[in-house]
């Protein structure tokens, strides 16, 4: 039994030559690197998936990559598109909700991501729990290595990322916590044999022209161009390189950037620390886009026209 689904068709790339979007070059140095000893093994260039699953927070959810219809579009639902755009039959699930902590991800969505058994798995969480006053780097270590160790059995590629962050005072602030959890990151990949995607550092990511007004999320710019890292990570051939950084623009005056400071503060910072006052998530109430609660159960979707490759015009839920 299939039903519509509201994950948005992939929508027509952005148009060449404009400002945001760098001109096609292969990119020359690897994003990614499958931890199991060798870099000969890596990457199977050009490598098939048939299925995907994303797991995670706010980031993998796609905020702020804002469509015209409320709902958000990211990186991982751009990566889905263009997958299924090559493979017939594709899959995709997104479990990612804004606001989780490390812990709930393991305990709401890391069971629910292997009991579906993809080719590919995403795993991004841990840096709401490092911008948090009191942070437990240890439990952090430790439901981050679990979530690990349950996942990596289950598909046949495990996606790690060492996630980018917007350069700033803030950036600086939690940078230390960043840095352990992202060594982390990569001891856990030699151990189980994923692939990483280091976007930590990379000076296009960091820009903060790439980051939304609330200075936490990525425009669709960024995503679009962490799908790009994360489709170089499979092995599959580059269409761009996202690592080229967007031109320079005239700088912003002073008295404008207070007026978008004081706007930031009260439309985003202060409500931010009011729901770390009061023990509230923005996450709260929410279920990732492709699990049903009312079943307790995630759902795949595919390509409404899905027997042939192409680009994808929208999804349908499949049940069962």
Not at 47 to 60: E, K, M, P, Q, R
Not at 102 to 129: K, Y
Not at 232 to 250: F, H, K, M
Request: with cysteine.
């Amino acid at each position: 039994m299939a039903s519509a689904t509201p994950l948005p068709a992939s929508g027509p790339p952005p148009a060449a030559g404009s400002p945001l979007v760098p001109p096609t070059v292969p990119s020359t140095v690897p994003a990614v690197h499958r931890r199991r000893g060798t870099i000969g093994i890596a990457m199977e260039m050009n490598a098939s998936y048939t299925s995907l699953v994303a797991v995670g927070d706010s980031f993998t959810e796609g905020m702020s990559d804002l469509l015209p219809d409320g709902s958000y579009r990211g990186w991982a639902d751009v990566l889905a598109s263009r997958l299924a755009a090559r493979t017939p039959g594709f899959r995709y699930a997104n479990l990612a909700v804004r606001g989780k902590l490390i812990g709930q991800i393991v305990d709401e969505q890391v069971a629910v991501a292997a009991s579906l058994r993809p080719d590919v798995i995403t795993l991004v969480g841990g840096l709401n729990d490092t911008l948090r006053p009191k942070c437990d780097m240890g439990m952090v270590r430790g439901r981050l290595e679990e979530a690990v160790e349950r996942l990596a059995p289950s598909c046949k590629t495990l996606v790690l990322m060492r996630s980018p962050g917007r350069n700033g005072p803030v950036m600086e602030r939690f940078r230390p916590r960043m840095e352990e959890l992202f060594s982390l990151v990569g001891d856990l990949a030699d151990r189980h044999g994923a692939v990483v995607a280091d976007l930590y550092g990379a000076p296009s990511l960091g820009d903060p022209r790439m980051w939304d007004v609330d200075r936490l999320h990525l425009t669709a710019e960024g995503h679009r161009r962490v799908a790009e890292a994360v489709w170089q990570a499979l092995g599959l051939p580059a269409e761009s390189d996202w690592r080229t950084p967007i031109p320079a623009s005239v700088p912003v005056r002073w008295a404008q950037r207070r007026i978008d400071d004081v706007r930031f503060a009260r439309q985003h910072l202060m409500p931010w620390i009011g729901r770390r006052l009061t023990g509230r998530s923005s996450g709260d109430g929410r279920a990732g886009a492709q699990f049903d609660a009312g079943l307790g159960k995630a759902f795949w979707i595919t390509p409404e026209d899905g027997t042939v490759p192409g680009p994808v015009a929208g999804w349908r839920r499949v049940d069962g």
